[in-house]
């Protein structure tokens, strides 16, 4: 097969992108692509050639996924700003990183940096000037080999002969197909459905990936085979469906935790995963989860797919994305016989220092992707360029062995914190701040700094040696010296996650109302206090933590009631009913006059209209269709959808203003001091 190539226009955008299309005047127009598409509209695609316009935008996930979609002997074209000048432009990327208050020309270049150097060291990339490229240069039109039906890579067909054999056997017990971007694992997946259900048309196979998107080339594939059914890693942790086999496409960007349960009760699957691919990597899968199947399945299966089906093996264009996105990259084996925590060196590391040192990079980015499911390039190039992103390590005999990725969030003026607390404005990224105004009710937050622990990494093979402990212990001081007044972390809880952080002496202060969809987990919030403000944030905070939960956990935590106690240990106490506090009346303030959710202000909802309806003189200031929908909202917990569908003239976001009209009338005729409060504001 003939090889791809990267070229590289760097000039003004209009004469790149006249030279572009120049360039590729003998290409099939509709074997060209000349346009930016969404990630998911990308995939599965092929073409002869692309354009990539940076001047819009750059994003390595779309660069990771576009290269894959370049046939043998096709070409990608990058149009960029000049190099020199390149690291200097205000990308519109940067609308994703510009966290408040910071502006576009903010932030820093060194992604760019490292990436130009890695543009002007590979092999397989051509480089021109707007301003010095031949007019009348073109590029040959590649030889293209006809499409056979069916299978495109021995792989594939071989692949599917194993599967057939080990199901055959009808031993209940897993198989794992591994293979890098672009060398047809989903196809296979799709033709084997078609092929199982042919045979036996009653066949129960179910599919789940972390998008209903990604597992499109499966059904593609799978061709009339219209029993198929996609259902979401967090419906099918809790529906549990009978199936006779289950597909798991792209597990790696799944959490292991969400794996662990649905290889539990569906021993019969087949786990597809990237391991070197735009939406993450799969390093920390193919760590992890073997040493699952290890455990409970000793005759699993592993597959690995290596030829790709649209160019050659070792491609050129293939190795430079792997190489200058970081797509191959993982840690160093270390040897820990004589390992101790006193000889470990505690440094922080700056964006500079990491697009200094490739080797350290590699190690940092190495450790992020095994411990994360969803590390994607685009992390790589918010570790280097995000603002208040601090980087600390824990070094060993001269390799990097632990590290904790953390931003500083908060700092607000009293009047934004004001319309944050009311949902008025929701300023970008400061994720703890403004949950814990918005969804915990506390108005100060968004005033007060905190540390966000993002990530804490440890090498896998110095685990439970004690330097995740040590590595939060240092950030608690460096933290302390930076007048910070808390430090936080948000994850998907899980029993050991929590169990990890209540022994680092972090406390969970607020709980997601929906799963994610990926993880199948609740988010929780957990802080530690530091300064005097902070420890009252956090008295506050757990305060409303306990007496909201007992509430959220009949609506709209009901679903997972059961979990949630286990997870937290403790079977909440119902809150008093009839009394109406200062922090309820913060609540119903910022409900019934700002935008704050009904979810999280609902205790003081209830209170409020458990005294109205006891008081005629109080609760007929509502018509008798007010009455009844609040009733039916409030006190009798009907959920939305419900209530949209019996009152079919209205919608969900109708019926949520109703209820917010009718609650705000209670609230200024029951506490009157509210509706002077808001007038005066």
Not at 352 to 359: C, D, F, G, K, P
Not at 626 to 647: N, R, S, Y
Request: aromatic fraction near 8%; hydrophobic fraction near 40%; include cysteine.
């Amino acid at each position: 097969m003939q090889s791809r190539r990267l070229i590289v226009i760097s000039g003004q955008e209009q004469s790149g992108l006249r030279q572009a299309q120049q360039l590729l005047r003998n290409f099939p127009r509709g074997k060209v692509l000349d346009r930016e598409l969404t990630l998911q509209q990308v995939l599965g695609r092929e073409h002869l050639a692309a354009i990539y316009n940076t001047w819009q935008g750059f994003d390595p996930d779309y660069l990771a996924a576009l290269g894959g979609t370049i046939v043998a002997g096709g070409v990608l074209i990058l149009l960029t700003p000049p190099l020199p000048d390149w690291p200097d432009f205000t990308d519109p990327y940067y609308q994703r990183m510009a966290n408040w208050p910071y502006q576009l020309e903010d932030i820093s270049g060194y992604y760019l940096r490292r990436f130009i150097n890695k543009l002007q060291q590979a092999d397989c990339v051509t480089l021109y000037r707007t301003e010095n490229i031949p007019q009348d240069l073109q590029l040959a039109l590649p030889a293209v080999t006809p499409k056979a039906a069916g299978f495109k890579t021995a792989d594939q067909q071989q692949a599917l002969t194993q599967i057939q054999q080990h199901l055959a056997e009808k031993t209940v017990s897993p198989i794992v197909i591994e293979a890098d971007r672009g060398r047809g694992k989903s196809a296979l997946l799709g033709m084997l459905a078609a092929q199982l259900m042919t045979l036996d048309p009653a066949k129960r196979i179910g599919i789940t990936a972390p998008s209903k998107k990604t597992a499109d080339v499966i059904f593609r594939h799978a061709g009339t085979a219209q029993q198929l059914c996609f259902i979401a890693p967090d419906e099918l942790c809790h529906t549990l469906p009978a199936l006779d086999l289950l597909l798991v496409d792209e597990a790696a960007a799944i959490p292991s935790s969400v794996l662990a349960t649905l290889l539990r009760h569906y021993p019969n699957s087949i786990f597809s995963t990237t391991v070197h691919g735009y939406e993450g990597t799969g390093r920390g899968f193919a760590l992890r989860f073997p040493k699952l199947l290890d455990k409970h399945h000793h005759n699993w299966l592993h597959i690995h797919l290596k030829q790709p089906i649209r160019y050659a093996q070792n491609d050129p264009l293939e190795r430079f994305l792997f190489d200058s996105l970081l797509l191959n990259t993982a840690p160093q084996t270390v040897i820990a016989g004589h390992f101790t925590l006193d000889d470990c060196h505690y440094q922080t590391v700056t964006a500079r220092q990491l697009i200094n040192n490739e080797s350290l990079l590699r190690q940092l980015f190495g450790l992020l992707v095994l411990a994360h499911y969803q590390t994607r390039p685009s992390d790589l190039r918010h570790l280097l360029d995000g603002k208040d992103v601090s980087i600390a390590v824990a070094m060993w005999q001269k390799q990097l062995i632990g590290a904790v990725l953390s931003v500083r969030e908060g700092g607000f003026d009293q009047s934004l914190a004001h319309e944050i607390h009311y949902g008025l404005r929701r300023p970008q990224g400061h994720l703890v701040p403004q949950s814990l105004a918005v969804h915990a009710g506390i108005a100060s937050a968004p005033l007060l700094y905190t540390q966000r622990i993002m990530r804490i990494v440890v090498h896998p093979q110095l685990r439970r040696q004690g330097i995740a402990s040590m590595l939060l212990s240092r950030l608690r001081e460096d933290a302390q010296k930076k007048q910070i007044d808390y430090l936080s972390s948000s994850f998907g809880a899980t029993s050991g996650l929590l169990r990890f952080w209540k022994k680092q002496a972090y406390k969970p202060v607020r709980i997601g109302f929906n799963r994610d969809a990926s993880s199948g987990c609740h988010s929780v919030i957990v802080i530690q206090p530091l300064s005097e403000h902070g420890k009252k944030l956090y008295q506050q905070a757990r305060y409303q933590f306990k007496r909201m939960l007992p509430v959220l956990l009949e609506e709209p935590l009901n679903a997972s009631k059961a979990e949630l106690q286990e997870l937290f240990k403790s079977t909440p106490h119902k809150p008093q009913e009839y009394t109406i506090n200062t922090q309820d009346k913060a609540d119903l303030e910022s409900y019934a006059y700002g935008k704050r959710g009904y979810e999280s202000c609902q205790l003081a909802i209830r209170k409020l209209v458990t005294i109205a309806r006891s008081n005629p003189q109080i609760w007929n200031k509502l018509t008798t269709w007010q009455q009844q929908l609040v009733e039916e909202k409030v006190l009798k917990q009907t959920c939305w959808q419900k209530l949209a569908k019996k009152h079919s003239q209205h919608g969900k976001k109708q019926l949520q203003s109703r209820v917010r009209e009718a609650v705000s009338l209670l609230t200024c005729v029951w506490i009157p001091e509210i509706n002077s409060l808001k007038t005066n504001k």
